[in-house]
Nanobody, 121 residues
Framework: QVQLVESGGGLVQAGGSLRLSCAAS????????MGWYRQVPGNQRELVAT???????NYADSVKGRFTISRDTAKNTVYLQMKSLRPEGTAVYYCNAQVQTWYGGSYSQYWGQGTQVTVSS
């Protein structure tokens, strides 16, 4: 019903930049919060940055000042601009969205398939 497709991951040297994109499609009647999480094998998925509402942003302390989340509501797309990347930022990055798929329905959480970000030292 709802698909989240991420793009923009890859290999970058420490100190470099990457921009992730995530486009939502399908039965996206209304989208509430959108955000980014990341996961390293063996660890729990952790929050990187979210936009719970228009012009409202939350960031993990480890990325504050280096990452910027933004959203294009007309395109149902969320972005993550990552600067000054560090090797500890190596992870699979997942897009998340809270989507209402029918009138009067509740919002459900959806995840993208993930995109690998590798930061070399």
């Amino acid at each position: 019903q709802v698909q989240l497709v991420e793009s923009g991951g890859g290999l970058v040297q420490a100190g470099g930049s990457l921009r992730l994109s995530c486009a939502a499609s399908g039965r996206t009647l209304n989208i509430n919060a959108m955000g980014w999480y990341r996961q390293v094998p063996g660890n729990q998925r952790e929050l990187v940055a979210t936009m719970p509402g228009r012009d409202i942003t939350n960031y993990a302390d480890s990325v504050k000042g280096r990452f910027t989340i933004s959203r294009d509501t007309a395109k149902n797309t969320v972005y993550l601009q990552m600067k000054s990347l560090r090797p500890e930022g190596t992870a699979v990055y997942y897009c998340n969205a809270q989507v209402q798929t029918w009138y009067g329905g509740s919002y459900s959480q959806y995840w993208g398939q993930g995109t690998q970000v590798t930061v070399s030292s």
